[in-house]
């Protein structure tokens, strides 16, 4: 085998390694799937075949090296990402329960294994605690294959890692610098100082700098390099401080938490390239390193092995399984938490590669090579464990919310269809990221944008004009993985073509941009605006985004009296905890007292992490005291009512007045709901066949206040 290995050619030309890797990346999932093995084992199986201790195809050169580092950080960037930030507070007890746990029961346990069963000395006893102790979430994303990123048990986990691995990078080094005669008073203060230092500088920089990048530039491009470099900064600053890159990265990811949404292009495409590319190239490199036939070279090899491998997995599992019975999660959650925390990756190699440097008094390397191997055979064992038990334990997850969440299944399929007249290129790309923000993702349905124009002589001009904002509003859709359908269809009425299209497409509800007034005394709602809402009685939404939504810090919603008795009070409770949620920001609620707890218990059983608060409004006449608390960075959500029906009041026809002295800067939206009412096109006395801005009492009211006092 020896001879037949030194006879395989190395592939050296760069091109032909890259595209070696690009066929492992291909063909890894395909024949895993087949075999219905999770294709992160194929990847790491793949990379000991081609490696120098396989068919030796490739060697680990740089190339390895720099991908698989970027391959890691982005694994923690993600998690970072995908975490949200409320349940850090909700779980903080909790997840620091279980860090501590998967903390010390391997830490304790890898000691006592290396002084008892190894033989080794304690300081070579205590490096092997530290990194048993330690775990990479190898395994994460195969949790976001199944879109359990937000799930208790891998918050939990997640967050328990990162607490583990700093606790272990902490030991590491103080053990190092004792082991160097360095640990002193000094010494501490400096690492606690560069730490401290590290992490308030990138809380009072990085999440300023980054609202202030996002709503001047919207270029895929530059928003995607932009958030690389937050990302790779952040990891050489925390690496430069004394702990690993990883945990820099992580905490890149939670300060970005806020502009990154998960359902956003900029997420869609961080997702793409890391899953495709990245983290790939990271898993081929540690498969790489893994030597099997160090296993069957004696006994004692055989030993130090078994030994490393058993304990460092027993010591995850005990700590998992113990969390999961403190905290009374179902046994499901427990395998999840025992799988995302048992893998061993490079992290560990870099351990045992600072113990090889570290020289006894006879001048051999604190760490032998059995203590190597036993490492490189763990990380093989643990990433297959915990890759097959994540995977077993998403399924079950799955299993579980579908068997016990009836009601919220029944919940989620409402007939939601969108509908976006995309009128303005300027208004394109706002709407559809709107949608985003509020579709059901379990429903995956697609969108509809369409284009009315005037037909009349320059309907042609109008129509090529109508393409470019629909194919604007396609690039937008399809950079975010959303399904959109476009139509252009020409009308003699604006309103009456967009009224066909919602029959035609039995669409749900209407997102729309409002008006752009030319001129002070053009109309606010414009030409076809009123139509729409006189003559659907679906929800609409009549849209004013004068920021990008991913920057918006706080939305408040304006509630009018007896608008829960309205067919559609659950449908825009629903769309905008929705939006709230996927831009993990505070949304507020201001009306009256019954309808506002009507709200909460929705909101409680429905979206129980969204951060919502209740303020009591009593009279709508208080509306325009909300502009003491809407800022610039703020979206303001008024729930209006049509002409005739329970919600509505004399009061809504100065609604556009007040609007425009009182939120005159602040991103806004319109929102009328499903409204009991007649069918469309229906013809009766007691409903209107038009409305107006103002209804003529009001505008005599306003030319007897403008009409000048004859002076004697």
Same mark, same amino acid.
């Given at each position: 085998m020896a001879i037949l290995l030194s006879t395989m050619p190395l592939v050296q030309d760069p091109t032909m390694i890259f595209f070696v890797v690009l066929l492992i990346i291909l063909f890894a999932p395909i024949i895993m799937g087949k075999l219905r093995i999770p294709h992160i084992i194929g990847m790491v199986l793949a990379g000991i075949v081609i490696g120098q201790h396989g068919f030796n195809i490739l060697a680990r050169d740089r190339s390895f090296e720099i991908f698989g580092s970027v391959g890691l950080l982005y694994i923690m960037f993600l998690a970072g990402l995908e975490i949200n930030l409320s349940d850090l507070k909700k779980y903080g007890v909790r997840m620091s329960v279980f860090g501590l746990l998967t903390f010390f029961v391997p830490f304790a346990m890898g000691y006592f294994v290396g002084v008892t069963l190894l033989g080794y000395s304690p300081t070579a006893a205590m490096l092997l605690a530290c990194i048993l102790s330690s775990n990479t979430l190898i395994?994460?994303? %195969?949790?976001?294959?199944?879109? /359990?990123?937000?799930?208790?048990?891998?918050?939990?986990?997640?967050?328990?890692s990162m607490i583990a691995l700093s606790l272990a990078l902490t030991v590491l080094a103080a053990f190092a610098a004792s082991y160097k005669g360095e640990a002193d008073l000094l010494f501490w203060l400096t690492f606690a100082g560069k730490v401290?230092?590290?992490?308030?500088?990138? %809380?009072?920089?990085?999440?300023? /700098?980054?609202?202030?990048?996002?709503?001047?530039?919207n270029d895929a491009v530059m928003l995607y390099v932009y958030t690389m470099s937050v990302l790779f900064l952040s990891a050489a600053a925390s690496d430069a401080c004394g702990l690993e890159g990883i945990f820099g990265a992580f905490f890149a990811g939670l300060l970005l938490n806020r502009f990154i949404p998960g359902v956003s292009p900029l997420m869609n495409r961080l997702e793409f390239i890391g899953n495709a590319l990245f983290i790939p190239y990271f898993l081929i490199g540690v498969g790489m390193l893994i030597d099997i036939r160090v296993m069957f070279h004696d006994l004692n090899t055989a030993w130090v092995v078994f030994c490393i491998v058993f304990f460092g997995t027993f010591g995850k599992a005990i700590a998992a399984y113990l969390s999961c019975l403190v905290f009374r999660l179902h046994i499901s959650s427990g395998h999840m938490m025992f799988g995302l925390t048992t893998a061993h990756a490079a992290g560990s190699i870099a351990m045992v590669m600072v113990g090889m440097e570290l020289l006894s008094a006879d001048g051999t390397p604190l760490v032998d090579n059995m203590m190597l191997n036993g490492v490189v055979m763990m990380i093989l064992f643990t990433c297959i464990i915990s890759s097959v038990t994540t995977d077993s334990a998403s399924r079950l997850i799955l299993l579980r919310e579908?068997?016990?969440?009836?009601?919220e299944a029944e919940h989620q399929g409402d007939d939601e269809k969108m509908l976006l007249p995309l009128q303005h290129a300027e208004d394109a790309t706002n709407l559809v990221h709107l949608a985003i923000l509020m579709r059901n993702k379990r429903l995956n349905r697609g969108i509809i944008g369409i284009n009315v124009v005037y037909d009349d002589q320059y309907s042609n001009d109008n129509q090529q004009e109508g393409l470019k904002v629909l194919e604007a509003a396609t690039r937008t859709a399809d950079s975010a993985d959303v399904r959109i359908q476009t139509q252009s269809r020409l009308a003699t009425n604006i309103a009456n073509g967009l009224k066909h299209a919602f029959k035609e497409n039995r669409a749900s509800e209407i997102i729309m941009g409002m008006h752009h007034r030319k001129s002070p005394g053009d109309s606010f709602w414009g030409a076809y605006t009123q139509g729409l809402i006189t003559e659907i009685n679906r929800q609409i939404m009549i849209c004013r985004i004068n920021r990008p939504l991913n920057t918006i810090r706080r939305i408040v919603v304006a509630i009018p009296s007896r608008v829960e008795y309205e067919s559609g009070f659950y449908r825009w409770i629903e769309r905008l905890s929705r939006m709230a949620e996927n831009l993990n920001c505070r949304i507020v609620f201001h009306g009256r007292m019954e309808c506002l707890k009507l709200i909460r218990g929705y909101i409680e059983h429905y979206h129980a992490e969204l951060r919502a608060e209740y303020e009591h409004m009593e009279h709508w006449k208080e509306f325009p005291t909300l502009s003491t608390q809407v800022h610039d960075d703020h979206l303001l959500i008024v729930i209006t009512a049509r002409m005739g029906t329970v919600s509505y009041k004399a009061t809504f026809e100065y609604l556009p007045r007040e609007l425009s002295q009182y939120f005159p800067s602040c991103s806004l939206i319109i929102l009328y709901p499903d409204q009991n009412g007649q069918p469309q096109d229906a013809m009766t006395f007691t409903a209107p066949q038009q409305q107006t801005d103002e209804s003529a009492y009001v505008q005599l009211l306003n030319w007897l206040r403008r009409k000048p006092h004859k002076t004697h």
């Open positions: 395994a994460y994303p %195969i949790v976001g294959k199944y879109g /359990l990123q937000k799930h208790r048990s891998v918050v939990l986990s997640v967050g328990s401290v230092l590290f992490c308030t500088v990138s %809380i009072l920089i990085i999440p300023r /700098l980054t609202r202030w990048f996002f709503r001047r530039y579908k068997l016990h969440k009836t009601e």
